[in-house]
């Protein structure tokens, strides 16, 4: 399980067209890395009003990526099967566990129903 110790909403951009609500997650656990997790209003209404369409995991470090670092991968999309430490419950489930707790947070929540209202997001 990741464990959430602080997360800001940053903006709304778009992924692969679709426009989504960035958010910067960082860990409660010491050796979990940031993440940039990209939300967006679910299509067909399955799972609750919002999902998560991309994650990225961020390793940037000051010292070695405030240039072109092409010897370092500062930042890597974690996809769904490769979220949590095995286990129980399930990744799919823990990454909705994940949102959850995104959205359990009034401001981000609020930020995501204001920059993603329907009219915005084609639906």
Sequence with gaps: MYYIKDAVFRRITEVEGTPCGEIL????AVDDPDLFVYVARSSGG?????????????DA?????????NMHQAFEEV???DFCREGWPSPER???EFLQRLLADRAIK???DD???PSISGE
């Design 25 to 28: 997650v960082r860990p409660g």
């Design 46 to 58: 399955q799972g609750g009003e919002y999902e998560i369409v991309r994650m990225i995991q961020s």
């Design 61 to 69: 470090d000051l010292e070695t990526d405030w240039y072109d670092n």
């Design 79 to 81: 996809a769904e099967q």
């Design 94 to 96: 823990q990454r909705a």
């Design 110 to 112: 609020e930020r995501l």
């Design 115 to 117: 920059g993603l209202s």
